[in-house]
């Protein structure tokens, strides 16, 4: 690992999410930028959970395995499994850009086979603008640090650190649960096809 690489990619991590912000916020309508929001949004997640993972001395060769490379809840799984304290709100809104994120729907257009269906899942900006916010402060050792790095750091609540923290078990349990209800839509929608 590059020395003090955890601190450029918190850096990135902030300045995708002050993009997502500015973006955000000059949207002619809610979904206007959908996508784009998403796809910044993805990318903070992963430059912050990255980060965490390096300065805790998880190795480059690590986070670019194929099973975690772009993955955000196997990023995640690892990082609450080093000792990233966070909550649900923040692991629901990774889970809800994982899929999209890890298959790249974000920058490349879905081309299902014919007559398949695929649904990009991803999640709403103010949700995932506020669940990000708290990713990078739990993610950060000095949150004042982190936060001067940012554009709009009036916008971020105070820092707090969740007093019952989300366990990998719990959260190898919702995912799997996630799976398990678009598997199910999924089905329920060929079947009406």
Known sequence: MAK?????????????LDAARVLWKNSPNANAFWEPLNHLFAMSAELALKAFLESKGVLEKELKSPSIRHSLNALLLLAVGHGLRT????????????????????????????GESFTVYSAHPAVAFKALQQLLDHCASNTDEMRARSEFAEDWPP?????????????K???????????WRETIKDRQV
Request: glycine share 0%; hydrophobic share 40%; net charge negative.
């Open 4 to 16: 003090n690489a955890h601190r450029i990619a918190t850096a990135m991590a902030i300045r995708y």
């Open 173 to 183: 349990e919702w995912i799997k649960d996630l799976k398990d209800r678009r598997d």
């Open 87 to 114: 909550n649900r709100d923040v692991a629901d809104a990774i889970m809800e850009m994982d899929q999209a994120h890890s298959l790249h729907a974000y920058r490349y257009v879905p081309r299902p086979s014919e």
């Open 159 to 171: 820092a707090v650190l969740p007093v019952c923290p989300i366990t990998t078990n719990e959260l």
